[in-house]
């Protein structure tokens, strides 16, 4: 099973709660390891999303979780740090997209436009889709490669 990290700001604070038990109770996830905040307080979502995506950057967790009000800002943070692949998946097919062909290793999701039962299946899709070799790893890549290049 994956290791988990997870984080928010205060507007995906709420969802993120409600994950973090889904991943720990229902998916039976044994190390999902929330980074914060603790409280609803407001808090800049750069500093969340660049624990998570760091977390994953160094092998210390296989994947990141981060909610935050929508989701972009965190996805555009996140996707800066050499080695993180975050996708900001809002229904089934985008998150099956992200691992499958992009092999996505960060999530994002907006914490004020997604609810709870679409989360929950965004969250167990990604972690169930398995990336694809041949075309799609040759691609991933050539993503990587640029990192190579900045």
């Not at 760091?54 to 210390?60: E, T």
């Amino acid at each position: 099973m994956y290791k988990i990290s997870i984080a928010s700001d205060h507007g995906g604070y709420r969802l993120k709660n409600v994950l973090v038990k889904y991943l720990k109770e229902d998916l039976a996830y044994e190390i999902v390891d929330d980074l914060g905040p603790f409280d609803s307080a407001s808090v800049n979502y750069p500093e969340y999303a660049l624990m998570v995506a760091r977390s994953v950057a160094m092998g210390h967790y296989d994947i990141g979780i981060m909610l935050d009000g929508v989701g972009i800002g965190s996805t555009m943070l996140a996707n800066k740090v050499d080695g993180v692949r975050c996708a900001m998946c809002y229904d089934d097919f985008t998150t099956n997209n992200a691992r499958e062909h992009n092999h996505a290793n960060m999530l994002c999701i907006g914490g004020q436009t997604i609810g709870d039962t679409l989360a929950k299946a965004i969250v167990k899709k990604f972690l169930n889709t398995i990336p694809a070799l041949g075309r799609h790893a040759d691609r991933v890549q050539m993503i990587m490669d640029v990192e190579l290049m900045s």
